[in-house]
């Protein structure tokens, strides 16, 4: 892991603007997916599962069958830690509900803003080699304390035509009974504008491939979406209290992810730096995903040496990391410093593994320098605002003349005239 | 205007997925845009600007001569009137305020959740015949509440190089000093990427044309945007009890944005539906904007005629409109089976030119049934959570082999390390 001066990532990182790569090709293919899907429905879906899963499904919806051979199937202990798990998100989320409010500020006014759940939601969980029971309850549990009412997960089948049991069992613990065997862009497709089977969705949430994502950011408008979501990345700031090989194994533990994760490290000092970097190529050694970390560490992981615990953290806002780690003294002092965080880790024993498994916060964050303007998915993401105004007939006389004029400059004169009106029909 | 029945409403609103128009020359011009502008900066916008505005502007920056000539031009009585509205909107937004938190369930836990402002705003003001101060005080006013430190507007220049008086006027009063004299898609592309004279923001928001909307969907996810808006919309439920002008007047104040505005009435009887049709006619001829409305009421323009209020707003519900008006006996009682509404307006004294301009809540509203899944701009537009986890050591034992199974079941080994090695460090 390369170790490098505050400046020389400041000139690194001058042009940081985010370039929009050409993905005409991948466009064209996602858009022909979506137009497959809203044409031939179930029958497109199950020729792309056909194609890039390589099985012919005749049902798309896991069967209780399915659901009940998956409980026979996972590990014993893994359940009860499920169970603690959901109960720490659960109680996490539940403080971000919001109520809705009115103001009566003025006689005869009434203000408000009522909130509303969406009504129906869809979880993308993705598939492959690995299972994300966690990705279920970090996108289910949200949106049920929302109160939404229709909540379906849509994942792509195994080649053998199931889906994980972990991903089952997780599901089936949150009363989720609607799972479809459906990946990629036509997954999105799908839940967007409905088949015949797939019931369309008002917002669609969870992690995908380039074609998810993709397929997301086309059809965000006709329904909601959470987010665009890059690859992982963790910032860690170290002093000289941090423990070198916590530091190093939390690094790694990002850096297992893919090889465009990033991990960077940021010291106070040239010799926490280089114990630090010791540790990494030593613990590196003996991990399971050893290939994809050295990838990962040797293209974007870093170890930046700032003069101060001031300068550290001028660089963690340039950053805006998706998960920052604050391995130093005071790490609580340090909060009112931190702008751009997707989720922030205080202290020596408060790892990221922590957060994506079990401490309670969401671990859907903003990646990729987005935590400057975007949020953890939440509750808030599945309930929406409408605005309340009630004003009585001597509230409106009160402000007829100032709408009046503020309408004619906007040359909008029928605006006025349904102002004008209610003053001039006294008998109304 | 039409009088249709609701089983006629039903059956047309069978198919309400939106369709994906076909984009690609729209797209093309728009990216090829996008791509001058990141390429050649403020070179490129000067030769849009003479391209699409007509002038050739030396400096795209409103200068200090510029406020201070809109100040002596605009008529006497609309600053008193914008310093109401503006302290209206600013009453109700206070009201959105949210704050920082903590809980601490467990002992050695402490998990929250961080507000923090983004950094800088972008303000889209359109340009065209049209002035609106309006909308310059709906999208300045939650960002400054929320804390954001930059906020700038971009708004397209006249044929003379200057930008709207009654613009300008509302910026300077509330405090905005950079106006930028550039529209389009290269205004959102500025403003995204940034060119040697306008800084990059975190977030655009405002409304805008075809090319204005298209680039803010190709840009999001670099920056942040606020919503694609559509056409303007207005539903209104009337019974017997709601003035037949009244409900006409405010259909045609929503017909008169332009063509593809829409302005539906929900009725409870044939009779109410005459009466109200008959005052659309009437009020019409003698409006200035005819034309528009005139087609506007052809091609959008309808009166649903319900069995029942529970009928009636079960439509509503299905149309998810920007703007709904309740001009029924008891509105406030029939609040809780409103779900999917942008804003909702109470009784025959709240009609939809009061929210535009004046009451508060904010004019930046969901539109063509989007509603279903999204809010009015608002302060929480423009800040953003972090996450905030906090464990003890003890804390940590306590949840390690919890978190080491779920990590080991989604095959992420180097997670299950960085927890490990905090067990097995009796002295760290």
Known sequence: MKIVTAEQFWESNKDRSTVIKNEAALDQAVLEIIHEVRTN???????????????????IIVSAEEFSEAKSIVDSEFLPALQLARQNITDFHLAQKENSWFINNQPGILLGQKLTPIDSAGVYIPGGKAAYPSTVLMNVIPAQIAGVE???ITTPPQTDGKVNPYVLVAAEML???????????????????????????????????????????????????????????????????APPSFVAADLLSQAEHDESASAICVTISKETAEKIKAEVENQTESL???AIIQQSVKQ?????????????????????????QLMISNPTESLGEIKHAGAIFLGNYSPEP??????????TLPTNGT??????????????????????????????????????????????????????????
């Open 41 to 59: 429905g179930d029958q497109a879906l199950q020729g792309y599962t056909k194609k890039f899963d390589g099985i012919k499904l005749e049902n």
């Open 150 to 152: 229709n909540i379906v």
């Open 175 to 241: 009363g989720i009974k609607t799972i479809y065997k459906v990946g990629g862009a036509q997954a999105i497709a799908a839940l967007a504008y409905g088949t015949e089977t797939v019931h369309r969705v008002d917002k669609i949430v969870g992690p995908g491939n380039a074609f998810v994502a993709r397929a997301k950011k086309w059809v965000f408008g006709d329904v909601a979406i959470d987010m665009i979501a890059g690859p992982s990345e963790i910032c860690v700031v170290a002093d000289e209290t």
């Open 288 to 290: 399971e995903r050893k």
């Open 300 to 324: 974007n992981g870093k170890i930046i040496v700032a003069d101060s615990l001031k300068a550290a953290l001028d660089i963690v806002n340039e950053i805006a990391p998706e998960h920052l």
């Open 354 to 363: 922590l957060g994506d498994y079990f401490a309670g916060p969401n671990h």
């Open 371 to 428: 935590a400057r303007f975007a949020s953890p998915l939440g509750v808030y993401d599945f309930v929406k605002k409408s605005s309340i105004i009630r004003y009585s007939k001597e509230a409106l006389q009160k402000a007829s003349e100032s709408i009046i004029t503020i309408a004619k400059v906007e040359g909008l004169t029928a605006h006025a005239n349904s102002i004008a009106i209610r003053k001039d029909e006294p008998n109304a």
